[in-house]
T-cell receptor, first 114, second 115 residues
Framework: SQQGEEDPQALSIQEGENATMNCSYKTSINNLQWYRQNSGRGLVHLILIRSNEREKHSGRLRVTLDTSKKSSSLLITASRAADTASYFCATVSPQGGSNYKLTFGKGTLLTVNP | KAGVTQTPRYLIKTRGQQVTLSCSPISGHRSVSWYQQTPGQGLQFLFEYFSETQRNKGNFPGRFSGRQFSNSRSEMNVSTLELGDSALYLC??????????????FGQGTRLTVV
């Protein structure tokens, strides 16, 4: 079952614009990660934010986390055509004891038009 | 450092057959997780192995099974294939638990088509 739910499901923007994707989740988490997937290929890790952090930056990526609202957002600034891909949030949540599990949302399909 | 290797990349099987997929994690990684990706259901967690033991399991029928060897390589087996098993199967490796070094590294996947 999905832990994270991304919003929107699809997003189409022009090159140079900013893209914002949101993720909501249901249970407590240890950390939240964002991944990117080019069509039909493996996922690539982009950025991680831990539950005690509120904001992280990495290059053109900015991720925020609001644990009170159980939500996160990923901002890609100055988008490029090469950013076209599906973006997934993934949560690491406790399963009891020291056991944790990584689960993914359904993803946002981002299309950046040249 | 070699990445995660999944074999085969593509597979076509007939309903009722069984299939075994292989995943070689990054050297030194002890955790291997398997995911099924379909357009309708997205990325569904199948199971995770850590040091040869199944540590977590998703909500899939018993036809889906896996194992991990002492060198951390993992195999996933699906018996009595159904048309709905057609999917991209992704393997992810991680060095430790999901809280210390939680980034997952994915293979390119195995595209299974059941006809």
């Amino acid at each position: 079952s999905q832990q994270g739910e991304e919003d929107p499901q699809a997003l189409s923007i022009q090159e140079g614009e900013n893209a914002t994707m949101n993720c909501s989740y249901k249970t407590s988490i240890n950390n939240l990660q964002w991944y990117r997937q080019n069509s039909g290929r493996g996922l690539v890790h982009l950025i991680l934010i831990r539950s005690n952090e509120r904001e992280k930056h990495s290059g053109r990526l900015r991720v925020t986390l609001d644990t009170s609202k159980k939500s996160s957002s990923l901002l890609i600034t100055a988008s490029r055509a090469a950013d076209t891909a599906s973006y997934f949030c993934a949560t690491v949540s406790p399963q009891g004891g020291s056991n944790y599990k990584l689960t993914f949302g359904k993803g946002t399909l981002l299309t950046v038009n040249p | 450092k070699a990445g995660v290797t999944q074999t085969p990349r593509y597979l076509i099987k007939t309903r009722g057959q069984q299939v075994t997929l292989s995943c070689s994690p990054i050297s030194g990684h002890r955790s291997v997780s398997w995911y099924q990706q379909t357009p309708g259901q997205g990325l569904q967690f199948l199971f995770e192995y850590f040091s040869e033991t199944q540590r977590n399991k998703g909500n899939f029928p018993g036809r889906f099974s896996g194992r991990q060897f002492s060198n951390s390589r993992s195999e996933m087996n699906v018996s009595t294939l159904e048309l709905g098993d057609s999917a991209l199967y992704l393997c992810a490796s991680s060095s430790e638990g999901w809280t210390t070094k939680p980034e997952a590294f994915f293979g390119q996947g195995t595209r299974l088509t059941v006809v």
